[in-house]
Structure formats: C-alpha cells, structure tokens
C-alpha cells in the first residue's frame, strides 16, 4: 500500500494501528492481504493433498 507521497508500506497479516489511522483505505488494504495469506494456505493445503493422492476438493 503507497500513501498520497508514494511511499511503501509492508501490511502485517494481523493488522496494525497506522491501518486503523488510515481509515477504509487502511481496513482495505488489510482486508486483501488476509484474503490472499488465506487464498494461498488453501492452495498449499490442496497442494499436499495431491501429492499425498488425497485428491483437491
């Protein structure tokens, strides 16, 4: 996430105060970094499950 002076901002899967200070720009951004920790652990779940021959869901 880039504030107004472009600068970077790495977001903790757990949130932070300077999210919350930021207000629905913050509680957006923290919103598709958990989405996408959770998209991703999925994906490996079903990963090792293929190679176990458990089969995806």
């Known amino acids: 996430m880039a504030d107004k002076r472009r600068q970077q901002y790495k977001i903790p ?4 105060l300077g999210l919350l200070a930021l ?3 913050g509680l957006v951004a923290w919103r598709k970094v958990r989405h996408d920790a959770g998209q991703l652990k999925e994906m490996n779940i079903n990963k090792q499950k293929k190679e176990k021959g458990e089969g995806a869901e």
Do not use: I
């Open 13 to 16: 899967l757990e949130g932070s």
């Open 23 to 25: 207000g629905y720009e």
